[in-house]
């Protein structure tokens, strides 16, 4: 079946102004993640959402920060008024989710939004 | 808290050799979960494995193996008979049940196979 899909796949855009990336997780995952590689590092966790649970928003790294999920399918990841350390490799994930142990756990990465602010 | 460490930030051998990818993790917790993934230059994060922390049995799959060890803390992955084709950073992370949902990831390990 279909993976995990993002859009754009590329985005440049200039300091200060606002973007949002895309993400349509695995059908039927109920679980879905944001997080931020910044080069040459590992990631780092943004934000889950599990179905209609309050989202985990631990990992948003200032206000500027913020996302969406409609029920259990695409999220939107907002940045408002970017700035230069913003630009990186955003990656969205899913899995099956619901406190289901074992595969439940596994989560399936996108290709990612790679941002670049200007 | 939670870490993972992966010590060897670039490794470089010639195809066929076999090689050993390190990652240490740090928990108090007795459950959760190790996982592999393997991220080629195109970027797309691709899943390898997943071990609880009750089943230390090695696993072997083709040539990868996984030696996971409670009493150091440590998963490491082998590649046996490396090609090029494995060339790509590789990154172990861990999930602590108690401890939200997020995986937190080791700084990764390049792997460059030349022939």
């Known amino acids: 079946g279909a993976g995990v899909s993002q859009s754009p796949s590329n985005k440049v855009t200039e300091k200060g102004k606002d973007v949002e990336l895309r993400c349509d997780p695995i059908s039927g995952h109920t679980a879905l993640y944001w997080y931020r590689q910044r080069l040459g590092q590992g990631l780092e966790f943004l934000i889950y959402?599990?179905?209609?649970?309050?989202?985990?928003k631990s990992g948003l790294p200032s206000d500027r920060f913020s996302a969406e999920r409609t029920g259990e399918s695409v999220s939107t990841l907002t940045i408002q008024r970017t700035q230069q350390e913003d630009s990186a490799v955003y990656l969205c994930a899913s899995s099956l989710g619901g406190g289901l142990a074992g595969e439940g756990e596994t989560q399936y990465f996108g290709p990612g939004t790679r941002l670049l602010v200007l | 808290a939670q870490k993972v460490t992966q010590a060897q930030t670039e490794i470089s051998v010639v195809e066929k050799e076999d090689v050993t990818l390190d990652c240490v993790y740090e928990?108090?917790?007795?459950?959760?979960?190790l996982f592999w993934y393997k991220q080629p230059p195109s970027g797309e994060l691709v899943f390898l494995i997943r071990?609880?922390?009750?089943?230390?049995q090695n696993e072997i799959s083709g040539r990868y193996s996984w030696n996971f060890q409670k009493s150091t803390s440590s998963f490491n992955f082998t590649i046996t008979a490396s090609q090029v084709v494995d060339s790509a950073v590789y990154f172990c992370a861990l999930r602590v049940v108690n401890s939200g949902y997020a995986l937190n990831f080791g700084k990764g390990t390049s792997l460059l196979v030349t022939p």
């Open positions: 928990t108090r917790d007795t459950t959760y979960y």
């Open positions: 071990r609880n922390s009750f089943d230390e």
């Open positions: 959402f599990q179905g209609n649970s309050a989202p985990d």
